[in-house]
């Protein structure tokens, strides 16, 4: 077979073979209507099949429906009306809260009310006079430890000293 480029840049694709298939000659015209019937056969079984399983399909729904309406709702039904009246009486009281909180001269004056009225006013003048002395002695341990050498072994001589000669020694 001789190969031009007209015939290498032509499709295959459509057209007919030059010669039959062996296999497809050997098939006879009967064998062809025999397999044709089985299929037939075959798809009227399939719709036969098919329409018995589809209404078993809708009898094991309807039972799975029926079961579900008729026992399964009656004994659910409570525990979710219990649960649901739960979460909307909490959602409720957050409601109430949040309404509360933007009403009435909105958050700020919420934040007023709580330092005047809630007693943080009070202990902020009550923590006055501890965090004045709670200052001075950190500043005090600060400026006595940054004035102290790092050798702490020349502040005192340990074995020789009393203890308060020790103290003394060391500033305190």
């Not at 809630?118 to 006079?129: D, N, R, T, W």
Request: proline share 5%; no cysteine.
């Amino acid at each position: 077979m001789l190969f031009t480029a007209a015939s290498l840049l032509q499709s295959s694709v459509g057209k007919l073979p030059e010669y039959p298939h062996p296999v497809a000659s050997s098939i006879s015209s009967r064998m062809m209507v025999e397999l044709g019937m089985v299929t037939a056969v075959m798809a009227a079984a399939a719709v036969v099949v098919g329409g018995f399983l589809a209404s078993a399909v809708f009898a094991v729904t309807s039972f799975i429906f029926v079961a579900t309406v008729y026992v399964a709702w009656p004994i659910a039904k409570p525990f979710v009306k219990l649960f649901l009246g739960i979460i909307f009486s909490i959602l409720e009281g957050v409601w109430d809260y949040v309404v509360d909180i933007f009403s009435d001269g909105g958050l700020f004056s919420k934040f007023y009310e709580f330092y005047t009225f809630g007693g943080v006013s009070a202990s902020i003048e009550m923590l006055k006079p501890i965090m004045l002395v709670l200052l001075t002695m950190v500043l005090l341990v600060r400026f006595t430890l940054s004035r102290r050498p790092k050798n702490f072994r020349k502040w005192v001589n340990v074995s020789s000293a009393p203890h308060f000669v020790m103290l003394y020694a060391m500033g305190w």
